[in-house]
């Protein structure tokens, strides 16, 4: 509950209640669900204030706790565990306030000031945060979905163990697509995202100057025309990392698992820090295997990569569809110089196949191009395949049909013999010159297979 004597102090106006704050400024005012909306703004000092910590204040709990705190002076005030959702609080100065364990769902932030806040574990869903300044605030544990951040300032804001509800953080709040991942357009220049999880999220020409992606997991991430000069990637995820026309300039990279990315010859990797890699995940298959990369070792061996397309396939390979492909790959793109370089097992069934390039040959689009080519002729052949098999089938039963007519005709002719030992006398009887099969003749030089069948004739018949 609130302090009886604070309150009666706010109670007598903005002069009263600022000359009290001046005068006694060790005292920390405890106002908890209390706030006099009609003088809040601008004018009250409320810095160091305790406002509700652990209940619900919203006009339905507190009457005096208003909705609209656009302005209000929190500095440092004490809002942790606090459910503030739906409330605005644009260009409210929140300079230092705690507000970790907050359930910050729908607020509009606008232009608010959050410099080095406590965000920790916050519940931050449909939040509004339009230019505000989050230098140096704490959101490592927050749980982030569709909240707008654009034009919001970022330097040195904390992003650790972040855990995004949704898989997108949009732009604009109108544009809620459940189809793409998480997309940082905006500036993140400093931004400490050391552990977060952007496994596949789209951060292409995002500012990352100087940011810390310690440990963060990047896996199948976008990073195509991002700014990551002197960006933390140390012991970071990289796996299957698009990172074309990127700018690494100075990064570092030691410790990172490079499995499978891909670069292109815009790729800056100028000056990086870089004692090892890994190029498998779970660090495995550490490179160098035991001492570190002498300088630029790292830079000139991922120049090789430039000369390469990685081809995956995970449920082995149809190499008709594959020479299809690849011949006309070599027909709309010639001059890149393509050749099949190596082909590798690589667990669970999966197969590498190493495509050698043209150093400036676009490595995305003859990937893309090769496995649309592919997967249509894959298509293509396997209507062939079953037509085959239907084909197959009819000669199959045609040819146990004629087996069957072969049998029969076996059988005939060991009763006609048989006949015969047992009454030699009717052997005249029966014409074994040249009997007919089927309609043919068959005699002792010539059989025609195809004519077998029919019935063996008995002149006395």
Same mark, same amino acid.
């Given at each position: 509950?609130?302090?009886? /004597?604070? =309150? ?10 600022? $000359?009290?704050?001046?005068?006694? *400024?060790?005292?920390?005012? +405890? ?10 703004? /601008? ?5 160091? #204030?305790?406002?509700? *910590? ?19 002076? =929190? ?23 705690? =507000? ?7 607020? $509009? ?21 339009? &230019? ?5 605030? +704490?959101?490592? %544990?927050?749980? #982030? %979905? ?14 650790? &163990?972040?855990?995004?509800?949704? $898989? ?51 896996? !199948? ?22 990172? =074309? ?9 030691? %410790? ?8 292109n010859s815009a790729t800056r990797l100028d000056d990086v820090i870089c004692d090892y890699i890994y190029l498998r995940q779970n660090q495995q298959e550490r490179r160098p295997s035991s001492g570190n990369f002498a300088p630029r070792e790292f830079t000139q061996r991922s120049q090789k990569l430039l000369e390469t397309v990685d081809l995956f396939f995970r449920n082995g390979i149809d190499w008709d569809a594959f020479a299809y492909s690849f011949k006309k790959l070599e027909v709309e793109n010639q001059g890149s110089q393509l050749d099949v370089q190596s082909i590798e097992k690589k667990g669970d069934g999966v197969l590498l196949v190493r495509v050698a390039v043209a150093p400036d040959v676009d490595k995305?689009? #003859?990937?893309?191009?090769?496995? @649309? ?17 239907? !084909? ?29 030992? /047992?009454? *030699? ?22 059989? !025609?297979? @195809?004519?077998? %069948? ?8």
């Amino acid at each position: 509950m609130a302090n009886e /004597e604070h =309150l009666a102090i706010l109670n007598q106006g903005v002069e009263v209640w600022n $000359d009290w704050r001046k005068e006694n *400024p060790y005292i920390i005012p +405890d106002l908890s669900g209390n706030i006099i909306h009609h003088w809040y703004s /601008e004018e009250a000092e409320f810095k160091g #204030i305790i406002v509700s *910590p652990g209940i619900h204040i919203s006009d339905n709990q507190c009457k005096y706790f208003p909705k609209n705190l656009n302005g209000i002076n =929190l500095n440092k005030a004490d809002l942790s565990r606090s459910d503030i959702s739906n409330i605005e609080l644009k260009q409210a100065n929140l300079n230092g306030a705690n =507000l970790s364990g907050a359930n910050l769902n729908e607020t $509009d932030f606008t232009d608010a000031d959050l410099t080095n806040a406590d965000v920790i574990g916050a519940l931050i869903d449909g939040a509004i945060l339009i &230019r505000a300044n989050l230098t140096n605030a +704490d959101l490592s %544990g927050a749980h #982030i %979905g569709y909240s707008d951040f654009t034009g919001a300032m970022l330097n040195g804001t904390k992003f650790a &163990r972040v855990k995004f509800n949704v $898989d997108a953080i949009h732009l604009s709040r109108t544009d809620y697509s459940y189809l793409q991942k998480f997309v940082f357009k905006f500036n993140l220049s400093k931004a400490n995202l050391s552990e977060a999880n952007l496994m596949g999220y789209d951060l292409s020409k995002a500012n990352l100057l100087k940011t810390n992606l310690k440990g963060a997991n990047l896996s !199948d991430a976008n990073l195509s025309h991002a700014n990551l000069t002197k960006a933390d990637l140390s012991e970071a995820n990289l796996t299957r990392v698009q990172a =074309l026309s990127t700018d690494f300039t100075s990064a570092n990279f030691t %410790g990172s698992c490079l499995e499978d990315w891909n670069i292109n010859s815009a790729t800056r990797l100028d000056d990086v820090i870089c004692d090892y890699i890994y190029l498998r995940q779970n660090q495995q298959e550490r490179r160098p295997s035991s001492g570190n990369f002498a300088p630029r070792e790292f830079t000139q061996r991922s120049q090789k990569l430039l000369e390469t397309v990685d081809l995956f396939f995970r449920n082995g390979i149809d190499w008709d569809a594959f020479a299809y492909s690849f011949k006309k790959l070599e027909v709309e793109n010639q001059g890149s110089q393509l050749d099949v370089q190596s082909i590798e097992k690589k667990g669970d069934g999966v197969l590498l196949v190493r495509v050698a390039v043209a150093p400036d040959v676009d490595k995305a689009k #003859i990937e893309n191009d090769f496995m @649309q080519g592919y997967e249509f002729a894959n298509k293509a052949l396997e209507a062939q395949y079953k037509a085959r098999l239907e !084909d197959k089938d009819s000669l199959v039963i045609k040819q146990e049909a004629q087996i069957n007519r072969l049998f029969d005709i076996v059988e005939q002719q060991e009763s006609v013999q048989k006949a015969l030992l /047992e009454n *030699p006398r009717k052997v005249s009887n029966y014409n074994m010159q040249n009997p007919q099969f089927a309609g043919g003749i068959a005699d002792g030089n010539n059989v !025609d297979v @195809q004519q077998l %069948g029919g019935n063996i004739q008995n002149k006395d018949a």
